[in-house]
């Protein structure tokens, strides 16, 4: 069976996907497009004052910016202006910006594009919040993947302490609740699954069942 063009992997902050996303690209030798890490790198290079930019003044600085994507599967590497987009975006501050900027409609249209070239150019596993809904509609694969706040705030501590890193429970999940809050209700292009889409809900899986069953959907297992 040949691979895919474009799977859509779409779901809230800490619900697995780019663990899945980068699977999935690796098993099917497809790029892997983390879109989050554009919303990221995008808002750590506006700085925090993009948002009393004048709409004029934040598209000029849009413009500076360059994305491109090398490589394939577990490989696959995000560049920005011909650097790699690096650690420095993973922090939950830098999540809560991106999701600022998230809601401006300069940044999703510029980035919109921007993802569009990108799948133009190579056949991908495209992971995000709208890459179903807006920028890869006429997707033939599309997953939605779904938790409940408390048990994405559960893993992500476990995967901080696992690092060595502190990690609040109550701290995580009341951040992952505002973002949730702040994706699912923004106008432009809000967290939610296409039509079309087959929602997982991950809560009583564990990773490998998740991609079991992203993989016979696919007709790969
Ligand atoms: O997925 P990740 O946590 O890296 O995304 C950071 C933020 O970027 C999200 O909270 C969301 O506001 C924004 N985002 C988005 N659309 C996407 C990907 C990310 O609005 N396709």
Known sequence: MSAPRIVTLDGPAGV?????????????????????AMFRATALALGPGAR???????R??????????????????????????GEEIRTEQVGMLASD??????????????????GRATAL???GRDMGTVVFP?????????????????RRCEQLRA?????????????IRARDHQ????????????????????GPLDIDGVFAAIMAALGRS
């Open 16 to 36: 697995g996907k780019t663990t899945l996303a980068r699977r999935v690209a690796e098993a099917l030798g497809l790029a892997y497009l983390d879109t989050g």
């Open 52 to 58: 009393e930019l004048p709409g004029a003044g934040l």
């Open 60 to 85: 000029a600085r849009l413009e500076g910016l360059a994305f491109g994507l090398e490589g394939r599967g577990a490989a696959s590497a995000l560049r920005l202006n011909g650097r790699p987009v």
């Open 101 to 118: 900027v998230a809601t401006l409609p300069e940044v999703r249209e510029f980035l919109k594009a921007a993802q569009r070239a990108v």
């Open 125 to 127: 596993v495209a992971e």
């Open 138 to 154: 006429e997707a033939a694969h599309k997953f939605f993947l779904d938790a409940a706040p408390e048990i994405r705030a559960r």
């Open 163 to 175: 690092l060595g890193a502190p990690a609040d429970l109550d701290a995580v999940t009341a951040q």
């Open 183 to 202: 994706d699912r209700t923004r106008a432009v292009a809000p967290l939610r699954p296409a039509e079309d889409a087959l929602v997982i809900d991950t």
